[in-house]
């Protein structure tokens, strides 16, 4: 069954990028009272293929979505909801650089195993793992990439004195 969403909005080229078509901002429709957790909302390009039937009677929009334009959406609410919860562990030292600058670190693995928090490393994993949460949330990854110093290691270094 296809959720419901309620269509937000309609924005034209104009107000989208340049050469684009019009976009749709759609938000699921949900039976919850609170505005504590955010809400999940997608942009869907106005074309044919996707933008399937116009129902005006029942005020319906049908819409096909290719595999992968709505995980976009939900995956902006995983990390909306990660933030706060991965900035609790990633302080800063109090006098340090970073906390002067407002920086926050990411958590690693092991940091938050220790702390009990196996279902936050599982949805961190679910949204792209470690330095890819790191990257979208601007945090700063305490570790570097695979490879960011492999040159190093296959050089001759040789030092005058």
């Known amino acids: 069954m296809c959720p419901n969403f309620s269509v937000l909005q309609v924005i034209q080229p104009q107000e989208a990028l340049a050469g684009t078509c019009p976009l749709l901002r759609i938000q699921l429709q949900t039976a919850r009272t609170d505005n504590s957790q955010p ?28 595999a992968g ?25 109090p006098d340090s650089m970073a906390a002067r600058l407002g920086q926050h670190y990411m958590p690693t693995k092991r940091q938050l195993a220790d702390a009990g928090r196996e279902d936050l490393i599982k949805r961190v994993i679910s949204a792209g793992g470690f330095i890819h949460v790191a990257h979208l949330l601007g945090l700063r990854a305490k570790r570097k990439p695979e490879g960011q110093f492999a040159c190093f290691a296959t050089s001759t270094w040789r030092y005058t004195v």
């Open 39 to 66: 809400c999940e909302q997608h942009l869907i390009p106005w074309v044919s293929t996707i933008v399937q039937k116009i129902h005006s009677q029942s005020c319906t929009i049908t819409i096909a979505p290719p």
């Open 69 to 93: 334009l709505l995980e976009l959406g939900r995956q902006q609410v995983l990390l909306d909801q990660l933030r706060p919860e991965l900035i609790a562990y990633g302080e800063p030292a």
